[in-house]
T-cell receptor
Framework: KAGVTQTPRYLIKTRGQQVTLSCSPI?????VSWYQQTPGQGLQFLFE???????NKGNFPGRFSGRQFSNSRSEMNVSTLELGDSALYLC??????????????FGNGTRLTVT | KNEVEQSPQNLTAQEGEFITINCSYS?????LHWLQQHPGGGIVSLFM???GKKKHGRLIATINIQEKHSSLHITASHPRDSAVYIC??????????FGAGTILRVKS
């Protein structure tokens, strides 16, 4: 079974630009969640999607948005990039359907550098 | 005060030693996760537990819900166990709050 796939692996953008990151979950997993990791703040929750609906959102500005498609693939978008958005962005998928939790499977992440 | 506190922050052990990493949390949780992150960024979920104890190979995880405390034990540690170990709690679905991580180095 293929794991969680994130594309691209590396990305360099300029301040003010926007970026879209993609996450393909493990087949059959309908829950996709996104996390940001920085040296200063550590790991922080961005949002969670289930069946194309956002279930939860973390404390990030509105420049951070996401969506999930009918095939469970998810994208996150960051508009008007700032230097502080430089981070490793991780997505994870799980079988969680709203009842009992199931283990998370993480992708290898997208490393975004904003210059 | 952070909602999830891990100790120690750094740990160096000799190969073969028994290792314990602790995690305390202050929020209501539906589950607690122990994660392992190697250099390069990839994260692997080691355990997800909401009560009691789980064992997988040389790794054991325990949780005490009343005391809001969990421990990760590594028996017979090996250099390949060197990694960052992260405790995270699920507060709502997969909305996780993370600890700062414990950097483990096992010397041969």
């Amino acid at each position: 079974k293929a794991g969680v796939t994130q594309t691209p692996r590396y990305l360099i953008k300029t301040r003010g630009q926007q970026v879209t990151l993609s996450c393909s979950p493990i087949s059959g997993h309908r829950s996709v969640s996104w996390y940001q990791q920085t040296p200063g703040q550590g790991l922080q929750f961005l949002f969670e999607y289930f069946s194309e609906t956002q279930r939860n959102k973390g404390n990030f500005p509105g420049r951070f948005s996401g969506r999930q498609f009918s095939n469970s693939r998810s994208e996150m978008n960051v508009s008007t990039l700032e230097l502080g958005d430089s981070a490793l962005y991780l997505c994870a998928s799980s079988l969680f359907t709203g009842g009992e939790l199931s283990p998370l499977h993480f992708g290898n992440g997208t490393r975004l550098t904003v210059t | 005060k952070n909602e999830v506190e891990q100790s120690p922050q750094n740990l160096t052990a000799q190969e073969g030693e028994f290792i314990t990493i602790n995690c305390s949390y202050s929020v209501g949780i539906s589950a607690l996760h122990w994660l392992q992150q190697h250099p390069g960024g990839g994260i692997v979920s080691l355990f997800m537990l909401s009560s009691g104890k789980k064992k997988h190979g040389r790794l054991i995880a325990t949780i005490n819900i009343q005391e809001k405390h969990s421990s990760l034990h590594i028996t017979a540690s090996h250099p390949r166990d060197s990694a960052v170990y992260i405790c995270a709690v699920s507060t709502d679905g997969n909305k996780l709050v993370f600890g700062a991580g414990t950097i483990l180095r096992v010397k041969s």
